[in-house]
């Protein structure tokens, strides 16, 4: 028989070596909790999305939405000028009235930055809006554009939340939106039916700051309400190669790129700041890759 002192060793070393076991089945038991195709996922805390072209998208364009409504009201043009012009309206009224007329002075109410929008559109097409109907009209707008009339998901964007919400429970990992959008945003989301899979959305005319902006990210974490949440910690994904990937990348957060433009333009264009693995041609591609354990963070 051993001497007592080797005895009293050998019972140590079995000891540690079954608290070690049960360590590594308890965190092996708490790792198999999440799914193997979340599992990439699970260091993260917070993971938003922009909206437009990320989560939703145009049902169709809005030269042939306006067309319609505009022969409603009597205001008949061809849905490529309108296409054409309400893309050139579009680009002026964000560089002249900047976040829907929020960071004007004085200040423009949205409504009135999309009746101007609206306005400059159809006079430009040929079809000016008498002022009497103006209103009205731009109105019928404004609210459509609140509905799944003028929107759907893109594509992958329902089955990825779907899987994000079940493998992730939400007191560890909270889902919010972050967009350039004006207050519609979140009557949008509930229109949609995507506001049952986020906690919060945040738009940049109620915080004033918009997308690269810090603010609006930081905002972003206040409103997750996890406490000492780190940039590390979050997840940011747009279809945005400055206002989201690289404004996210900035700040210290992690961030995907959903783009339909090779790697090669986008380097060329943005820089090398972006990771060729962290680029997707959609959600539905971004969802595979995640499930297929191939996105390493």
């Given at each position: 028989?051993?001497?007592?002192?080797?005895?009293?060793?050998?019972?140590?070393?079995?000891?540690?070596?079954?608290?070690?076991?049960?360590?590594?089945?308890?965190?092996?038991?708490?790792?198999?909790?999440?799914?193997?195709?979340?599992?990439?996922?699970?260091?993260?805390?917070?993971?938003?999305?922009?909206?437009?072209?990320?989560?939703?998208?145009?049902?169709?364009?809005?030269?042939?939405?306006?067309?319609?409504?505009?022969?409603?009201?009597?205001?008949?043009?061809?849905?490529?000028?309108?296409?054409?012009?309400?893309?050139?309206?579009?680009?002026?009224?964000?560089?002249?009235?900047?976040?829907?007329?929020?960071?004007?002075?004085?200040?423009?109410?949205?409504?009135?930055?999309?009746?101007?929008?609206?306005?400059?559109?159809?006079?430009?097409?040929?079809?000016?809006?008498p002022d009497e109907k103006l209103h009205n009209f731009s109105n019928h707008l404004i609210e459509l554009y609140k509905t799944s009339i003028c929107w759907q998901p893109c594509n992958g964007s329902v089955e990825l939340l779907q899987h994000i919400r079940k493998d992730l429970k939400p007191e560890?990992?909270?889902?919010?939106?972050?967009?350039?959008?004006?207050?519609?945003?979140?009557?949008?989301?509930?229109?949609?039916?995507?506001?049952?899979?986020?906690?919060?959305?945040?738009?940049?005319?109620?915080?004033?700051?918009?997308?690269?902006?810090?603010?609006?990210?930081?905002?972003?974490?206040?409103?997750?309400?996890?406490?000492?949440?780190?940039?590390?910690?979050?997840?940011?994904?747009?279809?945005?190669?400055?206002?989201?990937?690289?404004?996210?990348?900035?700040?210290?957060?992690?961030?995907?790129?959903?783009?339909?433009?090779?790697?090669?333009?986008?380097?060329?264009?943005?820089?090398?700041?972006?990771?060729?693995?962290?680029?997707?041609?959609?959600?539905?591609?971004?969802?595979?890759?995640?499930?297929?354990?191939?996105?390493?963070?």
């Open positions: 028989m051993p001497p007592a002192h080797v005895v009293r060793r050998l019972i140590s070393v079995a000891s540690v070596r079954r608290e070690s076991q049960v360590a590594s089945q308890k965190f092996s038991s708490g790792l198999s909790e999440i799914p193997g195709k979340m599992r990439s996922l699970s260091r993260f805390r917070l993971i938003t999305f922009d909206v437009t072209n990320t989560l939703l998208q145009f049902r169709t364009t809005p030269g042939k939405q306006y067309g319609e409504i505009g022969a409603l009201f009597g205001a008949r043009c061809d849905n490529n000028e309108l296409a054409k012009n309400f893309k050139a309206n579009w680009y002026k009224m964000n560089r002249d009235y900047p976040n829907f007329g929020r960071d004007t002075k004085p200040q423009m109410e949205w409504q009135q930055w999309w009746r101007k929008l609206i306005a400059g559109t159809f006079s430009e097409s040929g079809a000016a809006i560890k990992c909270k889902l919010g939106v972050i967009a350039n959008f004006d207050p519609r945003l979140t009557t949008l989301l509930q229109n949609t039916k995507l506001d049952q899979y986020l906690d919060f959305a945040v738009n940049s005319y109620e915080v004033q700051a918009e997308k690269p902006d810090p603010q609006i990210f930081h905002k972003a974490m206040e409103k997750s309400g996890l406490d000492n949440l780190r940039p590390e910690e979050c997840l940011h994904i747009g279809d945005g190669p400055t206002t989201d990937y690289l404004a996210a990348k900035e700040l210290g957060w992690h961030s995907a790129l959903v783009h339909e433009k090779s790697y090669a333009y986008l380097v060329k264009k943005y820089g090398e700041d972006i990771d060729r693995d962290h680029v997707f041609p959609s959600l539905y591609d971004f969802h595979k890759k995640i499930s297929d354990g191939v996105v390493v963070w």
